[in-house]
């Protein structure tokens, strides 16, 4: 058994309690243990990539007991590559928010950090229904601290919103998980597949019932609408990089809409044959629709960037809600890219409003404009999905893996009115806060003292030097140079995609890797 | 057994629905406890319901048991829902005291908005 494939989960595990006993008082050495990990985890997690590329599927069984009875953890090519893409994200981000001095304003941040890695980690590697359970709830609780990080009534209240919600997805997955058992008596995921393939047809309302829970609960956490509710106002009241982190929570309803719905209602399974995919796409492309027209509607910058979050997950479950090996496969492209470009836009979002507050409207030039304008634009480019980045190449793998499917004119109709929609909303938002600035600038009619709060000359000088640090635009430079290699890179990304949708649709080799043991 | 049961889950769960429709934080955590009590004791019944029956396999004679894997799965869903429910509590009560007002809802005029940050 290899020790190695629990290192992402079990290194943030260490390293979490380590900060909040041992170094909690020394800000300097939290950070260096923090970003240290997040380093470490980029590169287990490239490894760990690496071994998965061949196409083998490893599996870990904690303490040592075999598949059906213990819990495993499963590395396979999906799995290795959302643990690398959470891995870079969190070194990203961390770096950022050290940059910027976010980790400052509130306590046990990095502890905090590391638990939510911990959780994300868990939830894409494990590969038991019960256990992913128990990892979305140790990520949400740390997101939960994270998200009202720093205070302030009004994070408050989206706090309590965003808890409230997804207790109540919880509960709704623990219905689920409970209806699933009692029809097959395992929670295994592997084992989950067997046994719901060997089920008598007229046997299976109770279980169908249960993939219809199941689909709603990682619906809640993918934001699908009607159930997207909790994102725009806990996104946007969450301090922004955090949000840039919860980029990657979205995407973990995706991956397990994608694991269960491959692996145990797979789309050759008679029983539930059409079932996920006939609900989530019309959901999906209304998805994609509304985060269009919340862009267009924002007034808020946190806001905007979190219906492009909602529209950026439209897409991605469009592709996925195909459930061919072609519409996967561009699905896991467009969620690389999808990540990558709402965290960039997230962070340098909060780099305006760190400047000039959160609202969408024309106040004076902020220091460094030029800078932060065309990182804008770059990322309202990756969000919209226009050429040259990697959403342009993603959109259109979604298009062209749509043209097979029966509802073909409707997606392309949505995708592209959508693309329209957001563009517009992101060019209205970029040039309020960029051009008309400098207009009013050009005027000189006004001077200081517009933003309507007095700040203290200490307040000032702190703005000051946070203003001239340089680490958070290394961050944001980071991940668009992540988009640029996307773009460049797209045709092994591509490949690699299309290999990991060719072995999620043949579930056996991951049922025979995990029950392998057993079976014989 | 089964009634009494099946009511249980179905009245709870019933209960804390309504009360997480309501308008004040309060009631909704109340709703909340509730629905997860609901929860517990559906997931209790998913091994299927055995009295007097131990969890325990007994290789020498041929007795009735219970599934124990439920009540494992019991036993987490209880520690984790207290824990969130904790945490709920205590975000609740930092939202009650900074803004004077327990209802869930957030204003939403950009005017009366604190300061982000």
Same mark, same amino acid.
């Given at each position: 058994m290899n020790h190695f494939l629990i290192a992402p989960v079990v290194l943030p595990a260490l390293v979490a309690p380590f900060i909040i006993m041992v170094v909690r008082h020394h800000l300097d050495l939290t950070r260096i243990f923090s970003l240290a990990c997040s380093v470490v985890l980029v590169a287990v997690s490239l490894v760990q990539a690496a071994q998965a590329a061949d196409g083998s599927v490893q599996v870990y069984e904690l303490g040592a007991w075999p598949a059906p009875f213990g819990i495993v953890l499963v590395l396979d090519r999906l799995s290795a590559l959302m643990v690398l893409l959470t891995s870079v994200l969190a070194l990203v981000v961390n770096l950022y928010v050290v940059g910027s001095g976010w980790d400052k304003r509130g306590a046990n941040f990095h502890a905090l950090f590391q638990f939510q890695l911990m959780g994300i980690q868990g939830a894409f590697l494990t590969g038991d229904a019960f256990n992913l359970f128990v990892f979305f709830e140790v990520l949400l609780i740390a997101s939960y601290g994270l998200m009202i990080h720093a205070g302030g009534t009004r994070r408050f209240q989206a706090g309590v919103q965003y808890v409230v919600y997804n207790l109540l997805g919880s509960t709704l997955f623990l219905f689920a998980l409970g209806t699933l058992y009692s029809v097959t008596g395992t929670l295994n995921m592997a084992d989950l597949a067997v046994r719901v393939a060997e089920?008598?047809?007229?046997?299976t309302a109770l279980l169908r019932v249960g993939a219809v829970m199941l689909l709603l609960v990682f619906a809640i956490k993918a934001a699908v609408i009607p159930l997207h509710f909790w994102l725009p106002a806990s996104y946007a009241n969450a301090p922004l990089p955090i949000a840039a982190l919860f980029a990657i929570m979205t995407k973990v309803g995706a991956y397990a809409i994608l694991r269960m719905y491959t692996l145990v209602f797979g789309p050759d399974l008679a029983i539930t044959a059409g079932l996920s995919g006939a609900w989530l796409l019309p959901a999906a492309l209304v998805t994609l629709g509304i985060g269009a027209i919340g862009i267009l509607g924002s007034y808020r910058i946190g806001r905007l960037v979190a219906f492009g979050a909602i529209t950026s997950m439209g897409t991605l479950l469009t592709a996925i809600a195909l459930f061919t090996p072609e519409g996967t496969s561009a699905a896991l492209y467009y969620l690389l890219h999808s990540t990558l470009a709402t965290a960039f836009l997230f962070l340098v979002v909060d780099l305006v409003s760190e400047r000039q507050?959160?609202?969408i409207v024309a106040k004076k030039p902020m220091p460094q404009s030029g800078l932060i304008a065309s990182l804008f634009f770059a990322g309202a480019i990756a969000m919209a999905g226009m050429p040259p980045l990697s959403g342009f190449l993603g959109k259109l793998l979604v298009l062209d893996a749509a043209r097979? *499917? *029966?509802?073909a004119w409707w997606i392309w109709t949505v995708v592209l009115l959508g693309s329209l929609v957001s563009i517009l909303g992101l060019a209205r938002a970029g040039s309020l806060l960029f051009w008309k600035s400098h207009a009013m600038a050009a005027e000189g009619s006004d001077d200081a003292s517009q933003g309507g709060e007095q700040r203290s000359q200490e307040d000032l000088a702190e703005d000051a030097a946070r203003n001239r640090a340089a680490l958070p635009f290394v961050a944001c430079f980071a991940l668009l140079a992540g988009l640029v290699l996307l773009t460049a890179f797209a045709g092994p990304a591509t490949k690699y995609a299309a290999a990991t949708a060719e072995q999620l649709y043949d579930p056996q080799i991951y049922i025979d890797a995990v029950l392998g043991g057993a079976s014989k | 057994m089964e009634l009494l049961v099946a009511s249980a889950v179905g009245v709870l769960t019933a209960a804390g629905i309504y009360l997480i429709l309501r308008r004040q934080t309060f009631p909704v955590i109340l709703g909340l406890s509730l629905l997860t009590y609901g929860v517990n004791i559906f997931l209790f019944a998913t091994g299927r319901l055995a009295v007097n029956a131990p969890p325990i396999l007994n290789k020498y004679e041929e007795i009735a048991y219970t599934d124990p894997l439920p009540q494992a799965l019991v036993l987490t869903a209880i520690v984790i829902s207290f824990g969130m429910t904790a945490v709920v509590v205590m975000i609740a009560l930092a939202a009650y005291l900074s803004s004077r007002d327990d209802r869930i809802d957030m204003p939403d005029h950009p005017e009366d908005e604190g300061e982000n940050a």
């Amino acid at each position: 058994m290899n020790h190695f494939l629990i290192a992402p989960v079990v290194l943030p595990a260490l390293v979490a309690p380590f900060i909040i006993m041992v170094v909690r008082h020394h800000l300097d050495l939290t950070r260096i243990f923090s970003l240290a990990c997040s380093v470490v985890l980029v590169a287990v997690s490239l490894v760990q990539a690496a071994q998965a590329a061949d196409g083998s599927v490893q599996v870990y069984e904690l303490g040592a007991w075999p598949a059906p009875f213990g819990i495993v953890l499963v590395l396979d090519r999906l799995s290795a590559l959302m643990v690398l893409l959470t891995s870079v994200l969190a070194l990203v981000v961390n770096l950022y928010v050290v940059g910027s001095g976010w980790d400052k304003r509130g306590a046990n941040f990095h502890a905090l950090f590391q638990f939510q890695l911990m959780g994300i980690q868990g939830a894409f590697l494990t590969g038991d229904a019960f256990n992913l359970f128990v990892f979305f709830e140790v990520l949400l609780i740390a997101s939960y601290g994270l998200m009202i990080h720093a205070g302030g009534t009004r994070r408050f209240q989206a706090g309590v919103q965003y808890v409230v919600y997804n207790l109540l997805g919880s509960t709704l997955f623990l219905f689920a998980l409970g209806t699933l058992y009692s029809v097959t008596g395992t929670l295994n995921m592997a084992d989950l597949a067997v046994r719901v393939a060997e089920l008598p047809a007229e046997d299976t309302a109770l279980l169908r019932v249960g993939a219809v829970m199941l689909l709603l609960v990682f619906a809640i956490k993918a934001a699908v609408i009607p159930l997207h509710f909790w994102l725009p106002a806990s996104y946007a009241n969450a301090p922004l990089p955090i949000a840039a982190l919860f980029a990657i929570m979205t995407k973990v309803g995706a991956y397990a809409i994608l694991r269960m719905y491959t692996l145990v209602f797979g789309p050759d399974l008679a029983i539930t044959a059409g079932l996920s995919g006939a609900w989530l796409l019309p959901a999906a492309l209304v998805t994609l629709g509304i985060g269009a027209i919340g862009i267009l509607g924002s007034y808020r910058i946190g806001r905007l960037v979190a219906f492009g979050a909602i529209t950026s997950m439209g897409t991605l479950l469009t592709a996925i809600a195909l459930f061919t090996p072609e519409g996967t496969s561009a699905a896991l492209y467009y969620l690389l890219h999808s990540t990558l470009a709402t965290a960039f836009l997230f962070l340098v979002v909060d780099l305006v409003s760190e400047r000039q507050g959160i609202e969408i409207v024309a106040k004076k030039p902020m220091p460094q404009s030029g800078l932060i304008a065309s990182l804008f634009f770059a990322g309202a480019i990756a969000m919209a999905g226009m050429p040259p980045l990697s959403g342009f190449l993603g959109k259109l793998l979604v298009l062209d893996a749509a043209r097979e *499917s *029966s509802h073909a004119w409707w997606i392309w109709t949505v995708v592209l009115l959508g693309s329209l929609v957001s563009i517009l909303g992101l060019a209205r938002a970029g040039s309020l806060l960029f051009w008309k600035s400098h207009a009013m600038a050009a005027e000189g009619s006004d001077d200081a003292s517009q933003g309507g709060e007095q700040r203290s000359q200490e307040d000032l000088a702190e703005d000051a030097a946070r203003n001239r640090a340089a680490l958070p635009f290394v961050a944001c430079f980071a991940l668009l140079a992540g988009l640029v290699l996307l773009t460049a890179f797209a045709g092994p990304a591509t490949k690699y995609a299309a290999a990991t949708a060719e072995q999620l649709y043949d579930p056996q080799i991951y049922i025979d890797a995990v029950l392998g043991g057993a079976s014989k | 057994m089964e009634l009494l049961v099946a009511s249980a889950v179905g009245v709870l769960t019933a209960a804390g629905i309504y009360l997480i429709l309501r308008r004040q934080t309060f009631p909704v955590i109340l709703g909340l406890s509730l629905l997860t009590y609901g929860v517990n004791i559906f997931l209790f019944a998913t091994g299927r319901l055995a009295v007097n029956a131990p969890p325990i396999l007994n290789k020498y004679e041929e007795i009735a048991y219970t599934d124990p894997l439920p009540q494992a799965l019991v036993l987490t869903a209880i520690v984790i829902s207290f824990g969130m429910t904790a945490v709920v509590v205590m975000i609740a009560l930092a939202a009650y005291l900074s803004s004077r007002d327990d209802r869930i809802d957030m204003p939403d005029h950009p005017e009366d908005e604190g300061e982000n940050a």
